[in-house]
């Protein structure tokens, strides 16, 4: 408004067809050309998984991995700590990283894993921003995520080196209970929103169609 001949760029990792207007209409974006590159990952593999013996699943799977690097996403801080804890005890390379931690020990631990000093990262969702590490050859949500987007952008760190990389999600409705619940405490606009974006994702889970058909459709891509 105050600088009308200013160009303006906005720019999201991730947005569907309905941000993406959202966007353009907030701020009041004239004369607008929308570019938006290809959501396929062709060497990516993604699964769902049913929760059964979650722990073992998750420990069977790193046993078969040895020395490759890799994120697991935690819905809490406490689940991201005593994840990785386990994980140590049973003698294989892992740190914690969320927002409870100092940030010096967040830096520490974020350097560690991107120089390979470590291999498994057990993070919340204040683990993402700014990572650019090449060799993540799996990123495993043994939680629920909040949202597609937020999937589509913690598994989009693996594989950045082009390489096959592994993409699991571990499911279980109680999950999705845990979210609905969190989403029952929010204003109701803010509540709406939020429970359409966890409907979608519980969809995506449940469902039996390929994982990527449902991915690049839900971002508006044949």
């Known amino acids: 408004t105050h600088f009308p001949r200013v160009p303006v760029i ?4 991730t947005a569907e067809t309905i941000t993406r207007k959202d966007i353009i209409e907030k701020l009041a974006l004239r004369h607008q050309n929308i570019f ?4 396929n990952r062709p060497n990516i593999t993604y699964t769902v998984l049913p929760k059964h013996d979650t722990y ?9 991995r040895p020395n490759e690097s890799g994120i697991i ?3 809490s801080r406490a689940g991201a700590a005593a994840l990785a804890d386990d994980l140590a005890a049973d003698g294989f390379s892992a740190l914690p990283y969320h927002a409870g931690l100092d940030t010096a020990t967040r830096t520490k631990h974020q350097t ?3 120089k390979d000093d470590i291999k498994i990262i057990c993070a919340t969702i204040a683990f ?3 990572i650019d590490k090449s060799n993540v050859r799996f990123v495993i949500h043994y939680d629920l995520p909040k ?3 937020s999937y589509y952008q913690e598994i989009g760190r693996a594989g950045r080196d082009g390489l096959k990389a592994d993409c699991f999600l571990l499911y279980s409705h109680s999950d999705s209970q845990k979210i609905r619940f969190f989403i029952s405490q929010k204003e109701e606009t803010e509540r709406r929103v939020a429970e359409r974006q966890l409907a979608t994702l519980v ?5 039996d169609r390929c994982r990527r058909f449902s991915l690049l459709q839900y971002f508006g891509e044949e």
Do not use: C, D, P, W
């Open 36 to 39: 938006v590159s290809s959501f």
């Open 112 to 114: 560690l894993f991107q």
């Open 56 to 64: 073992r699943q998750l420990k069977n799977y790193l046993l078969s």
């Open 128 to 130: 993402g921003m700014g």
């Open 203 to 207: 969809h995506y889970a449940e469902s």
């Open 147 to 149: 949202n597609i987007e």
């Open 73 to 75: 996403y935690t819905l």
């Open 10 to 13: 906005a720019l999201t990792a």
